[in-house]
């Protein structure tokens, strides 16, 4: 038989197991995702706005080809099933953002959904390419089941953080008294995979009239493309969410291409490019697109 060519991603939704389906079906170089809707599968809620939802539907779908090993760009089919067809226009630019570049092949249908809270559903077919980075067929479906994270707690911990932030961002290597005081005005948090740290996250809670959070997440490169970016940022979302955050925004090193695109996909913005004072490397300011605070 050779290679397993058949898998499945789960994400989680407590839908998938009490009716009893995947998130997404990796079959090949195929990956087929399910109809998915805009609850937040952490939480189990779902906005009351229709852009919200679409929003949210795509960050399900991003996890769902990030762990099958794939991006947005490698969509060539996407459906949008709507219960009333005059909330399609308003998610437009919502959608545009993760495939205006992408072109894929797109139907609309207006129908009935599973739930009434349910404003929109979207599905995707793909096929992986050039867009799909390494792809470790080992990996699919795993950080669902055994994805740890939590919050930074004890000397242990701070040095696991300090290891992933200076692999990830060496221009701003710290040191652990740096990572000490850090943790008393963030919310610092590790992704592991077992015992092993394979990444971390940082909030900064809201500053300023608009009560802007930075929420940054960062996964060490052997373990890329398997939806722990994904986590990571969707709990940091909440946690700015929670803290009153009227809108979001990361920083990422502009040498950091693959980080770049991850922010894109996730409907990040860029604002502004810099050089700190007495430094050589640039960095790269983006917002969130559209948050719902």
């Not at 170089?29 to 937040?40: A, C, I, L």
């Not at 470790?136 to 953080?161: K, S, T």
């Not at 850090?182 to 092993?196: D, K």
């Amino acid at each position: 038989m050779g290679e397993m060519q058949r898998q499945a991603v789960l994400s989680g939704s407590e839908f998938e197991e009490r009716i009893g389906y995947a998130r997404a079906v990796v079959d090949g170089d195929r990956v087929y995702v399910s109809g998915t809707t805009g609850f937040d599968y952490a939480t189990m809620t779902i906005s009351d706005d229709v852009v919200e939802q679409a929003e949210q539907c795509l960050r399900n779908i991003g996890a769902a080809l990030e762990a099958a090993g794939c991006t947005f760009a490698d969509v060539v089919r996407v459906r949008y099933l709507l219960p009333a067809r005059e909330d399609f226009e308003p998610c437009w630019p919502v959608l545009k953002r993760c495939f205006g570049e992408v072109r894929p092949a797109a139907t609309m249908l207006e129908c009935g959904l599973a739930d009434p809270r349910m404003k929109i559903e979207i599905e995707v077919d793909a096929r992986r390419g050039s867009g799909a980075g390494g792809f470790d067929r080992r990996a699919v479906g795993r950080p669902v089941a055994a994805l740890r994270i939590e919050a930074v707690d004890g000397e242990a911990m701070l040095e696991q953080w300090r290891h992933v932030h200076n692999v990830i961002v060496p221009p701003a290597a710290m040191t652990l008294d740096e990572v000490r005081e850090r943790s008393g005005r963030y919310r610092l948090e590790n992704a592991y995979l077992g015992e092993e740290v394979v990444g971390c996250s940082t909030v900064r809670p809201p500053e300023g009239e608009e009560r802007v959070a930075t929420v940054i997440a960062r996964v060490l490169p052997a373990f890329r493309g398997r939806g722990i970016g994904t986590a990571l940022y969707e709990r940091g979302l909440a946690h700015a969410r929670g803290l009153g955050a009227g809108a979001v925004e990361t920083v990422v090193l502009a040498a950091n291409a693959e980080g770049l695109r991850f922010a894109g996909a996730r409907g990040f913005a860029e604002r502004e490019r810099y050089v700190l004072d007495g430094e050589g490397d640039e960095w790269v300011d983006l917002r969130l697109a559209s948050f719902p605070g």
